[in-house]
Every structure is written in C-alpha cells, then in structure tokens.
T-cell receptor, first 110, second 113 residues
Framework: KNEVEQSPQNLTAQEGEFITINCSYS?????LHWLQQHPGGGIVSLFM???GKKKHGRLIATINIQEKHSSLHITASHPRDSAVYIC????????????FGKGTLLTVNP | DADVTQTPRNRITKTGKRIMLECSQT?????MYWYRQDPGLGLRLIYY???????NKGEISDGYSVSRQAQAKFSLSLESAIPNQTALYFC????????????FGPGTRLLVL
C-alpha cells in the first residue's frame, strides 16, 4: 500500500468549475509537495507546505497535519489546467526522500 | 534557459546495450536525484547524491549506476539495458538548506527493445 494516496485518480471538469484534488498520507511527514505534470511530461513544483495554506494565482493548497490530509484547489478552472497533479511527502522527518502519490489526471473541457 | 537539463530527451536502445542519461543544473544545488516514472505508479527514487563525494542508493537501484562528475552534473547509466527499464526518467535537484522544493528536469523517455 502506497503511503501517499490521491483521489480522485481521474477528474473531468467544465471550464470555470472549482476543482479539488485530495492527498492522504499514512505516516508522519515534515513537508508536502504538490507538483504538476503536463502532457509533454515535464514536472513543475507548485507548492511546498508543512502547515496551513498557500495560494498562488488560482491555485490554493492546504494541509491538515493532524488529519494527515492535504488538498489542492483550482478556482475558475481553464483547459490549460489540464495535467496530472502529483502530491509527494517528505516522510519520517526526512528532508530529501519523497514518497509520491500516483497522480490525479485532470481534464478541463472548454 | 532551463535550470535543470537532461540529455537525451528520447532514446531507443536494444536489450543488453549500455546507455547513459545525463543531467546538468545551473541552480547551484548540492542535492541531485534520479527518478523513474512508470504508468500507474508514482515516481520512484533510483539514486541520490548530496554532494560530489556522496552517492546513495534509492529504492530501485538494481541495474543502474550513477556518477556525480561535478556539483552540476549527475549521470545515470544502465549497464545492460533490459525491456523493463523502459520508462520516463527524471533528474531533480534541491538545496541543502531548509528549502525542500525539488526542481525537475524535462525527463528522458527511454525505450528498451
């Protein structure tokens, strides 16, 4: 069983919709990474967070350490948001070893 | 210019061949990583290096070797490629300090026939 679980695995939305992608982890972590992978394959870091909430443009990431849960929200979704979103956790106090979720494939239709 | 570059971007090779994937970075980071990504699986760590003299195995190092030629360069070798090493390979870097963000290269798509 993967220590980092994402849901849903696939998500289809209409342009303008509010999107939520969830990430749960089973071990104590020191920080959590949200990454975006576009169809071309490249991976871009969106957020690194260890507590609370971060916002960048239309993207918001939250984390609840006690509940071992993080969410990535996209407001006013757009077709260019279509990508795979990956969460990854630095577990067990490590500051180098990431455990990755399997990713959520988001498709935003115009 | 990209901060983390990988060459080649695509490679087709035959079973038994030796191949090398190269990674270079201009971010000045000490830490470098090699991952592979397979469909339906999360990224998995192959090797990582904290500096030129420090090389460590990750969770799936069998069949791979690495070389850290300089702070900026980290190469991954497949000594004798096999078909189940067909995957997308990523190099990443991170700083030594408290900032833990990892920065990924564009990936190398490898097909072993």
């Amino acid at each position: 069983k993967n220590e980092v679980e994402q849901s849903p695995q696939n998500l289809t939305a209409q342009e303008g919709e509010f999107i939520t992608i969830n990430c749960s982890y089973s071990v104590g972590i020191s920080a959590l990474h949200w990454l975006q992978q576009h169809p071309g394959g490249g991976i871009v870091s969106l957020f690194m967070l260890s507590s609370g909430k971060k916002k960048h443009g239309r993207l918001i990431a939250t984390i609840n350490i006690q509940e071992k849960h993080s969410s990535l929200h996209i407001t006013a979704s757009h077709p260019r948001d279509s990508a795979v979103y990956i969460c990854a956790a630095y577990s067990g106090g490590s500051n180098y070893k990431l455990t990755f979720g399997k990713g959520t494939l988001l498709t935003v239709n115009p | 210019d990209a901060d983390v570059t990988q060459t080649p971007r695509n490679r087709i090779t035959k079973t038994g061949k030796r191949i090398m994937l190269e990674c270079s970075q201009t971010k000045g980071h000490d830490r470098m990583y090699w991952y592979r990504q397979d469909p339906g699986l999360g990224l998995r760590l192959i090797y990582y290096s904290f500096d030129v003299k420090d090389i460590n195995k990750g969770e799936i190092s069998d069949g791979y070797s690495v070389s850290r030629q300089a702070q900026a360069k980290f190469s991954l070798s497949l000594e004798s490629a096999i078909p189940n090493q067909t995957a997308l390979y990523f190099c990443a870097t991170s700083d030594l300090g408290t900032e833990k963000t990892q920065y990924f290269g564009p990936g190398t798509r490898l097909l072993v026939l």
